[in-house]
C-alpha cells in the first residue's frame, strides 16, 4: 500500500525519492515554473538529454537521469491547457498524466516518487481539480512505496493536505 505525503518546498531538493516528476512542455525544453527550475538544477546534460526525445503528447510520459539533481531519474509528462468547455477531456488527460508516469516509474523499478502540482501553473488547471484528479489517478495504481506530494505554494499545500486527510 502506497504511503502517501505532503510537503511544501523545492522539489529539486528532494534527496529521499528516486525520481521526481517534470510538468513538462510538449517539446522537453526548459521552460518556466517547475520545469525551468528543474532544468537549471540538472545541469546542460538534462536539455541535450531530453531534445533528442522528439517532445512529449500531452497525457504522455518519458524519462530521462537526473544528472546534477539528488535523485536518479526525472520523469516528463505533459498537462493539458485547462479547457472550461472540455472538462471532461482536459481532466482525463491530466489523470493520464499521473497513470503514464507510473508506468514510466515502475518500469524502471522506482519505489517512491515525487509530484509537482501538475498544470496548475501556465496550463490553468484549478487547484482544487488538478489535487483531485492526482490523489485519485496515484490511489487507483497502487504500485509505489511512497508518493510526494511537493507544494510550491501554501494554498497548494493546504489543499493537498486537506485531500489527503479526508480519503
Same mark, same amino acid.
Given at each position: 500500500?502506497?504511503?502517501?505525503? /505532503? ?6 531538493? =528532494?534527496?529521499? /525519492? ?15 515554473? /517547475?520545469?525551468?527550475?528543474i %532544468?537549471?538544477?540538472a ?10 526525445f522528439?517532445? *512529449?503528447?500531452t ?11 539528488? *535523485?536518479?531519474y ?15 477531456a ?5 489523470? =493520464? ?7 514510466v516509474?515502475?518500469? =524502471? ?33 497502487d504500485v ?6 511537493? *507544494?510550491?505554494?501554501?494554498?497548494? %499545500? ?10
Amino acid at each position: 500500500m502506497t504511503t502517501f505525503s /505532503v510537503i511544501l518546498g523545492d522539489i529539486t531538493k =528532494l534527496n529521499n /525519492v528516486q525520481a521526481i516528476v517534470n510538468a513538462a512542455n510538449r517539446d522537453l525544453i526548459p521552460g518556466g515554473g /517547475v520545469c525551468g527550475a528543474i %532544468y537549471a538544477a540538472a545541469g546542460d546534460k538534462l536539455h541535450k538529454e531530453t531534445s533528442r526525445f522528439g517532445g *512529449c503528447p500531452t497525457g504522455f510520459a518519458k524519462w530521462s537521469y537526473a544528472y546534477d539533481l539528488p *535523485c536518479k531519474y526525472v520523469i516528463h509528462t505533459v498537462a493539458p491547457m485547462w479547457n472550461k468547455s472540455e472538462i471532461a477531456a482536459s481532466s482525463m488527460l491530466l489523470f =493520464l498524466c499521473y497513470i503514464n508516469t507510473i508506468a514510466v516509474a515502475s518500469s =524502471l523499478h522506482v519505489n517512491d516518487i515525487a509530484f509537482p502540482c501538475i498544470g496548475t501553473g501556465v496550463y490553468g488547471i484549478p487547484s482544487n481539480v488538478a489535487s483531485g484528479i492526482a490523489v485519485s489517478a496515484c490511489k487507483y495504481w497502487d504500485v509505489m512505496d511512497s508518493i510526494t506530494f511537493c *507544494c510550491y505554494t501554501e494554498k497548494d %499545500y493546504e489543499i493537498y493536505t486537506q485531500l489527503l486527510n479526508d480519503s
